[in-house]
């Protein structure tokens, strides 16, 4: 059972920046499309970024299209999140999925992603 180990969330002001990161328990990142969930108390849970495994084009919401970047390290094994300009809006659990599928990530729904992290809580607050 492939495990996902997330960090680097935490409260910061808004305009401030976070990275936030994510290491699976086997060197397997290129065998996954791979993406990064968020959820707000009260609201469901929504895509941010992704990166099929076919193509290795990154994808992401339009709320943050420009300020995050996702980010994949072979070498390290390690999934990141570079999140900028942070807003209060930005504010929830974040969480980092592996799906074994190849193609279409940012068509997917999270029952499509096989493994999920445990979620680190991002707060956005002055």
């Known amino acids: 059972q492939l495990h996902l180990a997330e960090s680097g969330g935490g409260l910061v002001q808004p305009g401030e920046s976070l990275r936030l990161s994510c290491a699976p328990s086997?060197?397997?990142?290129?065998?996954?499309?791979i993406a990064w969930f968020r959820q707000a108390p009260g609201k469901e849970r929504e895509g941010v970024s992704c990166?099929?495994?076919?193509?290795?084009?990154?994808h992401y919401a339009d709320s943050v299209k420009g300020r995050f970047t996702i980010s994949r390290d072979n070498a390290k094994n390690t999934v990141y999140l570079e999140m900028n300009i942070l807003k209060p809006e930005d504010t929830a659990v974040y969480y980092c999925?592996?799906?074994?599928?190849?193609?279409?990530?940012?068509?997917?729904?999270?029952?499509?992603?096989?493994?999920w992290g445990q979620g680190t809580q991002v707060t956005v607050s002055s």
């Open positions: 990166i099929s495994a076919s193509d290795g084009i990154e």
């Open positions: 086997e060197f397997t990142l290129d065998r996954f499309s």
């Open positions: 999925a592996f799906g074994l599928f190849s193609y279409y990530c940012s068509d997917r729904k999270p029952y499509e992603y096989e493994y």
